[in-house]
C-alpha cells in the first residue's frame, strides 16, 4: 500500500505539468475539475491512475487523489534595504543689493491759482424764538374728583415744552397724574394740558400745569 501511494504522488507530480490541459480541454472532460480547480483522481496499487469525475468514489483496490491546476501562491520576499539618502545640493550666491540711487531735486513752488467766484446766497433759515416766557395755570382738584387743567400761550406764540406739578407736598401722596401732553392747533403746539385725581386728600389739592411759550419770526 506504501509503495501504491508512493507511486501515485509520482503521476501526481507528472500530472501537475498537464494541468493547463485539462483547463483548456472539452465540457466533458472539465467534468474532472472541481469548481475550486482541483482535478479528481484514482490510483491503483501498480500505480496507475485514471481520472474521475467529482464526486465519484474510487474502486476498493485504488485510492482517492486530487491536485491542484495552480500552484498556492508564495510567501512575499522580505522588504529591499533603503537606498542611502543623496547629497544636498549647494545653495547658491546671495546676488548684492544695488547702489541707491541720488536724490532727486525739489521741484519750485507753482503760482497761486485765482479766486473762485463768489456761491449763490443759501435759503433763509427757519424763524428764531423771542421773547420766551412761562404760562402757567392752577386749579383746585377736589376730594374724589378729576380735573383737567390746561396752560395756553398768547395768540401768535407757540409753545416749546410744557409740564405739571402739585405745589403742596401733602398733595403728592393722593393727587394722581391721568395724563399729560401738548395743547396743538393743527399741527403746531400752542399750550399744555393735564389730568388729575384726587384719591382722597381733603378737602382739596392744587394741580399747577404750564407751558414754555415764545414769538416765532
Not at 148 to 171: F, K, N, Q, R
Request: glycine share 18%.
Amino acid at each position: 500500500m506504501r509503495r501504491a501511494v508512493s507511486a501515485a504522488a509520482a503521476a501526481a507530480v507528472v500530472l501537475v505539468a498537464m494541468s493547463a490541459d485539462f483547463a483548456s480541454a472539452t465540457g466533458g472532460e472539465q467534468s474532472y475539475i472541481a469548481a475550486d480547480g482541483t482535478i479528481q483522481g484514482c490510483v491503483n496499487s501498480s500505480g496507475h491512475l485514471r481520472l474521475v469525475e467529482v464526486g465519484s468514489a474510487c474502486r476498493s483496490h485504488e485510492q482517492s487523489v486530487t491536485w491542484a491546476q495552480t500552484g498556492q501562491e508564495g510567501p512575499a520576499g522580505p522588504k529591499g534595504d533603503t537606498g542611502p539618502k543623496g547629497d544636498t545640493g549647494a545653495k547658491g550666491d546671495t546676488g548684492t543689493q544695488g547702489p541707491a540711487g541720488p536724490a532727486g531735486q525739489q521741484g519750485d513752488t507753482g503760482p497761486q491759482g485765482p479766486a473762485g467766484p463768489t456761491g449763490s446766497q443759501g435759503p433763509a433759515g427757519a424763524p428764531g424764538l423771542a421773547g420766551v416766557h412761562v404760562v402757567t395755570v392752577s386749579k383746585n382738584v377736589a376730594v374724589l374728583d378729576v380735573v383737567d387743567v390746561a396752560a395756553t400761550c398768547p395768540d401768535g406764540e407757540i409753545a416749546t415744552g410744557g409740564g405739571w406739578y402739585l405745589p403742596s407736598s401733602d398733595a403728592q401722596s393722593y393727587g394722581s397724574e391721568l395724563h399729560s401732553n401738548p395743547i396743538l392747533s393743527g399741527t403746531t403746539p400752542v399750550g399744555w394740558t393735564a389730568g388729575f385725581l384726587n384719591g382722597g386728600y381733603e378737602p382739596y389739592y392744587t394741580a399747577s400745569v404750564y407751558a414754555i411759550c415764545a414769538k416765532t419770526g
